[in-house]
């Protein structure tokens, strides 16, 4: 079996989606499965080289809209499936639409929660209106990671029930030897995140700011240039929010491993790639009150809070007046819930579904 992988941006160590793609080959090798990665490109200040390997091709790409001119010069290779990641994006939408004129050729789509930002909303208004219900109707399989993204593609475009199942991302456990120790520095709360427009990273630096805290800090992965004046003049007027930008897969273990706990507020999210992975270090988890997340988690290892200033301030309030034993106990409470994740269950899933395609 030969597959075509077609991604955004593959740098791992940018955002869940790259990592759940990385993941994913994981799967792949574990059942056999030859397979080829094509890839728009994307320029960060730090990425994994392990992760730019031979396999991938990166194409030149130009936004709004990813639009990658020279993409179909590497569709015509013989694919038993292409699986996408996304849709709404030209290099997507192109790939769906011309492989679906291939009779033998499957189309596996990962839409990873479709538009769940406001960014380029005359394109992705249009794009609903005109181009989804078809490019929907030439796609073979859909791969949701929850209930709630199922529920989501049904309600809004009336998707084929059948072509729909819902694989949630895996975790594998951690290795004692990937922990990092740093005991100079464990009274800081840690939010992992690209600056997205739905990621409320700008409320967290707000609330942080206003609960004047003196022994605990703020980090965050985002660089200076992503903030507004407003959360700018914030960050430079308090010594304990730090901006730590991309960092390395290396860093991120060791800035999980020695956190209080893992703050993360969004509007939107597929998955949460990041909660499992706080989970993975047996980190509490204090985030927004998202269906999504409610779905994976257990509500015993975390503390929720609306995406408002008086909400996240107390919920930080909360954790930090919870006693070690509490503490302790979430983690363990979220380590215990990844269970559910592990990568012998998924990597079955995927191999029902793939024979039943290609058989």
Same mark, same amino acid.
């Given at each position: 079996m030969k597959i075509l992988e077609l991604t955004r941006s593959f740098y791992p160590s940018v955002g869940g989606l790259e990592k759940f793609? &990385?993941?994913?080959?994981?799967?792949?090798?574990? #059942?056999?499965?030859?397979?080829? =990665? *094509?890839? @728009?490109?994307? @320029? @960060?200040? %730090?990425?994994d080289n392990n992760y730019s390997g031979e396999q991938a091709t990166f194409l030149k790409q130009y936004t709004p809209y990813n639009i990658t001119p020279q993409i179909k010069h590497y569709l015509n290779d013989?694919?038993?499936?292409?699986?996408?990641?996304?849709?709404?994006?030209?290099?997507?939408?192109? &790939?769906? /639409?011309? =492989?679906?004129?291939?009779? %033998?050729?499957k189309i596996i789509l990962t839409p990873h929660f479709y538009f769940h930002t406001e960014r380029f909303s005359l394109i992705k208004t249009l794009h609903k209106k005109i181009l989804a219900k078809n490019l929907l109707n030439k796609i073979d399989k859909i791969i949701c990671f929850t209930n709630v993204e199922k529920d989501f593609l049904l309600n809004g475009? +009336?998707?084929?029930?059948?072509?729909?199942?819902?694989?949630?991302?895996?975790? *594998?456990?951690? +290795?004692?030897?990937? *922990?990092?120790?740093?005991p100079t520095e464990k009274n800081y709360f840690f939010y992992l995140g690209r600056a997205d427009k739905n990621k409320r990273y700008d409320i967290l630096i707000e609330a942080f700011n206003e609960l004047k #805290? /003196?022994?605990? %800090?703020? #980090? *965050? $992965?985002?660089?200076?240039?992503?903030? $507004? $004046? %407003?959360?700018?003049k914030i960050v430079d007027n308090n010594k304990n929010i730090?901006?730590?930008?991309?960092? $390395?897969?290396?860093?991120?273990?060791?800035?999980?491993?020695?956190?209080?706990?893992? #703050?993360?507020a969004s509007d939107y999210e597929a998955f949460g790639t990041v909660i499992l992975e706080a989970s993975n270090y047996k980190k509490p988890i204090l985030c927004s009150n998202l269906s999504v997340f409610k779905e994976i988690l257990n509500d015993?290892?975390? =503390?929720?809070? /609306?995406?408002?200033?008086?909400?996240?301030?107390? &919920?930080?309030?909360n954790f930090i007046l919870s006693d070690e034993l509490q503490k302790t106990e979430m983690g363990n409470i979220n380590y215990e819930n990844l269970n559910r994740f592990r990568i012998e269950n998924i990597s079955e899933k995927y191999s029902v579904i793939l024979r039943e395609l290609i058989n």
């Open positions: 793609v &990385a993941d994913r080959f994981k799967i792949y090798q574990q #059942l056999g499965i030859d397979y080829k =990665i *094509l890839s @728009t490109d994307f @320029t @960060t200040e %730090k990425r013989d694919y038993d499936i292409l699986s996408v990641n996304q849709f709404g994006r030209y290099f997507s939408d192109y &790939a769906i /639409n011309y =492989i679906s004129k291939n009779k %033998k050729t475009f +009336n998707v084929d029930r059948e072509k729909i199942v819902v694989i949630p991302h895996y975790i *594998l456990g951690n +290795n004692e030897s990937d *922990l990092v120790n740093d #805290l /003196n022994d605990i %800090k703020l #980090l *965050l $992965t985002i660089r200076k240039q992503d903030l $507004t $004046t %407003k959360h700018r730090h901006l730590l930008g991309y960092i $390395t897969e290396k860093e991120k273990i060791k800035l999980i491993s020695n956190c209080m706990a893992v #703050l993360f015993s290892g975390v =503390i929720y809070f /609306n995406n408002n200033l008086v909400s996240i301030e107390q &919920a930080i309030r």
